[in-house]
């Protein structure tokens, strides 16, 4: 009894800080309470994909050209998962051979990520909390409940607090792009057997206007809102390739940035860019967003300017 009561000492602080959304129980999370807002659905209420079923690109006669997709090539594996498939669902749990990886898209923010799904020797499922953190999506794992940000890709509650998920690269890219540089993709089948209708958008007309659903932390006026900008982040430093500067360009930049020599590859009719590590090749991870959310969680951003010279 008495241990009990001492327990009950200990922990009476918290319980009395914490606050209750969505059935998730938060108290000492990584950022303001009041600053976690609820998306509209409950907790579960958009359905995350557990048993992905994928076609071949022949297949894949739902999909057209100017279609947008994420794309992740790993362990000789490529695959193509619609947009209009992850507006409806935000997260695919699926594997690469023996790797677990999740797949997140948040329509609010236009950000897709591919994470590695295991934290040590644990393989985590996710799930979609309906909680939002400026304007974008808040995971959660089933293992723990902790809730997770996706651009900051760090858990902000729970028992996995503070810890970071390994980002793998991604393109966000058109169909007909990826398919031409990966002809033996494979692609997330319409069929997932939920009952949405995947030809309608829910968020039509979202990008085109400078509305925000939710508040953000920090803003800027530099861009319009929905400004697509490439975003990297290396050594801490954070830097912003907006679409409208790279659009002025032959469509590969050279950059100095972080002490590293990068190399900014656009394609202005797939609506795309990626960056590459000049001395080794490797595909750098990025982040393609609109701008109201890269600055939103960067507000110290470097952002890139167009110079002729480049």
Known sequence: MFKKIILCLLYFPLLVNAVEKNGFVLSNTLIPTNEIHRGGPPKDGIPAINQPQFITSQQASFLSDDDRILGVSLNGISKAYPIKILNWHEIVNDHFKHQAMVITFCPLCGTGTAFFSNIDKTILTFGVSGLLYNSDVLLYDKQTESLWSQIMNKAISGQNKGKSLTAHPISHTSWKDWQTNHPNTLVLSNKTGFKRDYSKNPYSGYGQTSQTYFPVKNSSKLFHK?????????????????????????????????????????????????????????????????????????????????????
């Open 226 to 310: 929905k400004e697509w900008v490439l975003g990297v982040t290396i050594n801490g430093q954070s830097k912003a390739y907006a679409f409208s500067e790279l659009t002025k360009s032959s469509g590969q930049i050279k950059d100095n940035f972080a002490n590293q020599q990068l190399i900014i590859n656009y394609n202005k009719k797939a609506k795309t860019a990626s960056i590459m590590n000049s001395e080794n090749k490797q595909v750098v991870v990025t982040l393609q967003s609109y701008w109201f959310a890269w600055y939103a969680f960067h507000p110290k951003t470097e952002v890139y300017q167009f110079r002729s010279n480049n």
